[in-house]
């Protein structure tokens, strides 16, 4: 038994050994390669930081400039993420009930249509059939069709858990009124956003026209002042919401002689779009319409009851499509769990404070929002690394790392804003080392495709 035990005891010598002779070779290739790297003209007035560790041993193999907080863009949400599966669980769902309070009495309901939101962001989207809009909706005027009324109070949402100011510091003006500028209310319908289809002119700089929106607009208008620019050149355009109006302006160019293009555009008032659309179509469809009487009253009756897909499924979408409306909404649900009411500042500093239990200071996560839209945010990409890791040794791992994108064969999340650019994720090499790392660049100049191939360059030394 000594023998056996002698014997083990030298082969994990000899494996630790050799793990640390490798990560030496390592260390050495990415020091090299990120020197080349720092010298490139791109970054001559660029800060950058690259922190890597063993995934299984912890140790450090390469850092450099790690403790120095910087905008991280889309990379934010891998924190999101993790604090989401540790505090909500990958089974939670979003509970959203439709109902009505009073009674009927004949034809009429003497009370109100209602639905209680509890900040789902996947309600009516696309991407799961289950909460598309088609299936949301045939359901809800199934149930009211069975009532056979003809009138009724009128169709309430209760948002008052919810912050209503949807956009978190920082957010700028360029990016708001944009589909990728969604913020979340309690109550968030196609996530917050519809499409612009547009018709370019036959020549450089003449009108855009706006053919039409999918789905039809209730409450909001929109104009134009894009123009056609060369044939090619993709999409330039931008929308942009006036402070305090719904009245929608199209700035920027889309390519000549297009006949339907499409842009889309974030919602900024899903509630009254919501209840516009419902009055209207109940009007239209099934003969009913609201009364604008009094509809108070202590009776309530649920029609039915939606809940989400589970975190599991939001956190997929959330990191393989970068949705920025899923990351608010998940901080500001992590509020409204703990406190009873959704606010961006409470999510952000439950995020800070679960990671400071972890033993991740405070200032190493100077965060303002959960998608990384936002210029303010600062993380350090030894913060970054320190969440992958622990991420690793929790029951819901799969799931989260299964959301990561895949990209220069690396299982890692991007992120891109003006001037920043990010990866971080997980990589095994050839010779089956695991490691996590954090490669950030902000105020870097040229293109940005150009940086990200140089930015490969660097990460494929751990490949």
């Not at 405070?362 to 350090?380: A, F, K, W, Y």
Request: positive net charge; proline residues 3%.
């Amino acid at each position: 038994m000594y023998e056996a035990m002698k014997k083990s005891f030298l082969f994990l010598v000899v494996l630790l050994t050799c793990v640390h002779l490798f990560s030496q070779t390592v260390s050495k290739k990415l020091d090299e390669a990120y020197q080349k790297f720092e010298k490139d003209s791109q970054l001559t007035n660029a800060v950058a930081s690259l922190y890597v560790i063993n995934a299984n041993t912890g140790e450090v193999v390469f850092d450099k400039n790690s403790t120095i907080g910087l905008a991280t863009a889309s990379t934010l949400k891998i924190i999101t993420a993790a604090t989401a599966y540790e505090l909500l669980g990958k089974d939670f769902k979003y509970k959203t009930e439709f109902g009505y309070t009073g009674k009927v009495a004949g034809k009429k309901l003497l009370g109100n249509f209602y639905i209680k939101p509890s900040g789902d962001p996947t309600l009516g989207s696309w991407r799961y059939k289950a909460s598309s809009d088609t299936v949301i909706l045939d359901q809800l005027f199934s149930a009211i069709r069975k009532m056979n009324i003809s009138g009724y109070g009128s169709f309430d949402i209760d948002n008052s858990a919810w912050k209503s100011e949807t956009i978190p510091d920082g957010w700028i003006w360029q990016d708001i009124g944009n589909y990728y500028g969604a913020g979340p209310t309690g109550f968030n319908w196609r996530e917050n956003q519809f499409d612009i289809i547009m018709k370019s002119g036959a020549r450089i700089g003449e009108p855009v026209r706006i053919v039409q929106t999918k789905p039809k607009l209730e409450t909001i208008t929109i104009g134009s002042l894009a123009t056609s620019a060369a044939k090619g050149s993709g999409d330039n355009s931008y929308v942009y919401y006036p402070l305090h109006s719904t009245a929608t302006i199209i700035r920027g160019t889309i390519p000549v002689d297009e006949e339907r293009f499409t842009i889309s555009a974030a919602n900024p008032t899903p509630v009254t779009e919501f209840q516009t659309m419902l009055v209207h179509q109940l009007a239209s469809k099934y003969r009913m319409h609201p009364l604008y009487v009094d509809g108070s009253s202590k009776d309530s009756t649920i029609l039915f009851t939606h809940y989400s897909p589970s975190l599991d499924s939001i956190v997929y979408w959330f990191l393989k499509k970068s949705i920025n409306l899923y990351g608010e909404a998940l901080a500001k649900t992590l509020a409204y769990q703990q406190n009873g009411f959704g606010d961006t500042k409470k999510g952000v500093e439950i995020i800070k404070n679960f990671w400071k239990e972890k033993g991740i200071a405070p200032t190493e996560l100077n965060i303002v929002d959960g998608s990384g839209l936002s210029p303010l945010n600062r993380v350090t990409t030894h913060a970054q690394v320190r969440v992958l890791k622990y991420a690793m040794g929790q029951p819901w791992f799969k799931g989260y790392y299964d959301a990561f994108p895949q990209y220069n064969g690396m299982k890692m999340k991007s992120g891109t804003i003006s001037d920043v650019k990010g990866f971080c994720g997980y990589q095994k090499s050839n010779d089956g080392n695991e490691y996590i790392f954090s490669l950030l660049v902000n105020n870097y100049n040229g293109s940005s495709s150009s940086l990200v191939q140089k930015m490969y360059e660097v990460l494929d030394e751990l490949k």
